[in-house]
């Protein structure tokens, strides 16, 4: 599971002012941007970011290897109003292990996209709640409400974890605010066994159901999103009242 070392930031205000906070000490919650945004609108300003695309591009390329890897950035807005990415770090696991340890993060960041390789789970894995959580309460979220937790699979899917109800996801994330790494990892671990996720026999939408029957029943405030090959289109999936995966049709 994914064990974060959080390095100091200075903000650099004469580089577009926005870049980070100091992180030292006690860090500062991440709720002075959480403006709310429409989840549909949101994805589709996501699935025209060429930025995004290509980096998701670069990251599926990955998924051929024997170990995980990611990227982490913050994005800023140029003087013609263009997102381009304005700190880049990338950040792999070791050879055969579906994990990463000991991510340096260095700054406040937008993204933070991650693979899968052979062997691994068609979704996000326990290593990864416990990763998105550890991110938000250790401060390292610029802004809750549109950071983007992605993800790209040897098995050809590629998922977002977004924020739909900051509310809720900051109860449920508080509750995780006092535990280690580990700690979480095993609640999780649990969870996904209870659920179901990531069985051997399991099909791509077996996970995807179990996946979502676990964050409604937690109250995460968390949103799931499968995107198409390219990248450009993003639907949020959902269960209906028969507890059948339907789509959200979100940018056309």
């Known amino acids: 599971n994914a064990d974060f070392d959080y390095e100091k930031v200075t903000e650099d205000e004469a580089n577009l002012g926005k870049l980070a906070a100091i992180i030292n ?31 998701m591009g670069d990251m599926k390329k990955l998924t051929k290897e024997k170990k995980e890897s990611g990227i982490y950035y913050s994005n800023e807005t140029d003087a013609q109003g263009n997102l381009y990415n304005y700190n880049v770090e990338k950040f792999e696991g070791k ?47 610029k802004n809750i409400s549109t950071f983007t937790f992605a993800l790209v699979t040897s098995q050809n899917t590629q998922y977002l974890l977004q924020v739909d109800d900051v509310n809720k996801f900051q109860d449920f994330a508080n509750k995780y605010k006092s535990q280690s790494n580990d700690a979480i990892f095993n609640s999780f671990n649990k969870m996904y ?28 405030g968390l949103s799931l999103v499968k995107g198409n090959k390219t990248f450009t289109k993003w639907k949020a999936r959902e269960l209906d009242n028969l507890n059948y995966l339907q789509n959200k049709e979100c940018n056309q």
Do not use: W
């Open 193 to 220: 066994k209870d659920y179901g996720i990531g069985k051997a026999e399991n099909l791509k939408n077996d996970n995807e159901s179990a996946f979502l029957n676990l964050l409604n029943a937690y109250h995460t």
């Open 95 to 141: 050879e055969n292990e579906h994990q990463i340890k000991d991510i340096k993060v260095k700054f406040m960041i937008d993204v933070m996209i991650h693979t899968h390789f052979d062997g691994g789970s068609s979704i996000f894995s326990p290593d990864d709640i416990s990763a998105f959580l550890t991110l938000y309460n250790k401060g390292c979220i």
């Open 25 to 55: 000490g006690e860090i500062p919650m991440c709720e002075a941007e959480n403006e709310k945004d429409d989840p549909c609108a949101k994805l589709k300003k996501l699935g025209k970011d060429s930025n995004f695309r290509k980096n």
